[in-house]
């Protein structure tokens, strides 16, 4: 079975901090993806990024950046100058490969962090 | 590209009354549907996974006579909430797969906010 903890309920900064949030996974799989998502108050989901487990390169853009530690089992996400607009709340993700070695889509959610940047 | 596409946004219906939710890819044809649900201030959980032509797998505990899944074309698959009671009241969101395309996101709906009254 596949789980996905995002130990922080909420955090709370203000603008221009920066701020880490936590991703841990748990999965018998040995190729995954896995997924940071935004979900802001509309409700709909902004995809942020998707990582493959072979991949163990961190990556940025812009303001954010992602941790991949295989041997950790987590893949964190850092806001760098948090702006106001970061506010919503955030999923980690994960998702087993089909046959064909594509991403599944059937995602594992974790249980969000909700973020809240104060001016 | 890829465009899910949600219908209606939100909804409020009487206690009994049945409800029907439409997901559509707009520029893609999608191998696999996914509907979730998330409760206010809860995670995103996986109702059922549907393939266009066949009946639709649910998940652990999830009513398959209550939430009818019809995903009758690559581009539109249709969730029925049935006897709609206010416990039902949730965000519903489905997601499509791309088909052709490899190593590929998920690409989510906007999300229909149910209110049963």
């Known amino acids: 079975a596949q789980k996905v903890t995002q130990a922080q309920t909420e955090i709370s900064v203000v603008e221009k901090e920066d701020v880490t949030l936590d991703c841990v996974y748990e999965t018998r799989d040995t190729t995954y993806y896995l997924f940071w998502y935004k979900q802001p108050p509309s409700g709909e989901l902004v995809f942020l990024i998707r990582r493959n487990s072979f991949d163990e390169q961190n990556e940025i853009s812009g303001r954010y950046s992602w941790n991949f530690q295989k041997s950790t089992s987590s893949f964190n996400f850092t806001i760098t100058a948090s702006q106001v607009v970061d506010s919503a709340v955030y999923f980690c993700a994960l998702s087993g490969l089909n046959a064909g070695g594509t991403s599944y889509g059937k995602l594992t959610f974790g249980q969000g962090t909700i973020l809240t940047v104060h001016p | ?117």
Not at chain 2, 2 to 15: E, L, T
Not at chain 2, 99 to 108: D, K
């Open chain 2, 1 to 117: 590209g890829a465009v899910v596409s949600q219908h209606p946004s939100w909804v409020i219906c009487k206690s009994g009354t049945s409800v029907k939710i439409e997901c559509r890819s707009l520029d893609f044809q999608a191998t696999t549907m996914f509907w979730y649900r998330q409760f206010p201030k809860q995670s995103l959980m996986l109702m059922a996974t549907s393939n266009e032509g066949s009946k639709a797998t649910y998940e652990q505990g999830v009513e398959k006579d209550k939430f009818l899944i019809n995903h009758a074309s690559l581009t539109l698959s249709t969730l029925t909430v049935t006897s709609a009671h206010p416990e039902d009241s949730s965000f519903y969101i489905c997601s499509a797969t791309h088909r052709g395309r490899l190593n590929t996101e998920a690409f989510f709906g906007q999300g229909t906010r149910l209110t049963v009254v």
